[in-house]
C-alpha cells in the first residue's frame, strides 16, 4: 500500500467544526468594515521578492528567515505573501488609487511565513488587512481602533481583549532612539543572547520584542522611545489618547511596544489576549507615512492593521462557543420506494427551492427505511420531514411531518410550498 499523502506541516486543514467559526467570524468583519466605508481590494499571493525586501526591511526576521521565496520559469524572484500592507500598497500606486484622493480598504486572505508551527501560529496563516491611505491626522488612527473595538464587542471577546499602544516617532526619532538604543546594548553585550546580538547593529528596536524572558528583564531598563519623540509625534499621540479616552477605551501605554516590520512609524498598537498563551497578539497595526513614497508613489500618509482570523477563532471557541454557525436545514426530503422516487425526489426539492429561495431542504441518499431515515433528519436538526414514496410519488402527493409535534398531513406537492411557509412562519 502507498504512503498517504499528508498536508504539508504547518498548513492546517479547517474542518467543517471549524469553519462554523470562521464563516460567521468573517461575516461579522466584513460587515463592521462596509458599515465604516470601506471596500475590499482582493491582492495576488505572489508577488516579486524585491516588494518585501524593499517595504518590511532587509534585516528583518521575516525577510531573513520566514519568506517563501522562490525563482519562476524567466528567473524572476518570486514570494508567498508574508503580509498584506506591501501589496496593498503596490496595488493602489500601480492603479492609480491614490492620486488627490483617500482610500479605506480591506482585504483577507492567507499568508506565509516559514516558522515553528504551534497553536495559533502556522506557516499558512489567514488575517484580515484594514489600510487607510491620504489622511495624516489622529483621528484616522482612532476610528480604526475603534473599529478593531466594535468588532470584538460584535464578536462577544471583548472582555478578553486588551489595547496596548505606543508611539515610535518620525524616521528621525527612532533613528535617534536607534543609536541611544545601540549604545545601551554595547553596554551590555556580555548578557545579550544571540537573535539581540544579531539585532543590535541591524534593527535594535526588534530587541524590545524579544521571547526571551532574561532578555526581557534587561530591556525593561533600556531607554524609552518617547522620550526620544519629536514635538509633531508627541502632540499626534496626545491627541489620539484623548480621542480614545473620549471614546472611553481604555489602554495601555507600553513604552516598549514596537512593530515587526521597519515601515511603521508614529502610532503602533496591539490588541492582546491571556487566553491563549505565547501566542496572545490578536490584531496589530499602526501609521507608515514613509511607505507609499518608498514604493516609488507619492508621498501619502497611511494607516492600518491585521487581525489574526486563526487567533480570533480559537479565541470563539474558548469564550464564545455559540457564536458558531450550523447548517440551517428547515426540511428533509425522505425517499422510499423504487429508482423513479429518487428522481421525483429531485425535481420536488427543485422546485420547493425555487418557490421558498431562503428554504434549508436536504434530500435523503443511500436508501435506508423511513425510520432510519427520520433519525437522519433529527442529526441534521430538521424541522419537517417530507415524505415521499412509491404511493405519493404516483399521485403528485407528498407528506409533511412537522418533528416537533409529530404531526403529519398529506397535501398535493403543489401546496407543500405554502404549507412549509406557515410552519416556518
Known sequence: MERKIQSIRGMKDYL????????????????????????EIRLPIVEQTQLFERAIGDVTDVVEKEMYSFSNRSGERLTLRPEGTAGCVRASIQHGLLYKQEQRLWYLGPMFRYERPQKGRYRQFYQMGVEVFGHQGPDVDA????????????????????????????????????????????????????????????NPMRALDTKNPEMQDLMRTAPIMIDYLDDDA?????????????????????????????YYNQTVFEWVTTRLGSQGTICGGGRYDGLVEQLGGRPTPAVGCAMGLERLALLLQEVNPGFASTPHIDAYLVVGGGAGVQSEALRLAEQLRDALPSLGLMINYGGGGFKKQLRRADKHGALIALLLGDGEAAEAKVVVKNLATGSQETLPQSDVAARLTAILR
Open 234 to 262: 508627541r502632540v499626534h499621540f496626545s491627541s489620539l489618547c484623548k480621542l480614545l479616552d473620549l471614546a472611553g477605551i481604555l489602554y495601555t501605554i507600553n513604552p516598549r511596544l514596537v512593530r515587526g516590520l521597519d
Open 143 to 202: 476610528e480604526l481602533i475603534l473599529l478593531t473595538a466594535r468588532c470584538w464587542r460584535a464578536l462577544g471577546v471583548s472582555k478578553h481583549l486588551s489595547l496596548e499602544l505606543n508611539s515610535i516617532g518620525s524616521l528621525e526619532a527612532k533613528a535617534r532612539y536607534g543609536e541611544a538604543l545601540v549604545a545601551f546594548l554595547s553596554q551590555h553585550a556580555d548578557r545579550l543572547d544571540e537573535d539581540c546580538r544579531n539585532r543590535m547593529h541591524t
Open 16 to 39: 467543517p467544526a471549524e469553519t462554523a467559526f470562521w464563516q460567521p467570524l468573517e461575516g461579522t468583519l466584513t460587515g463592521i468594515l462596509s458599515n465604516y466605508g470601506y471596500r
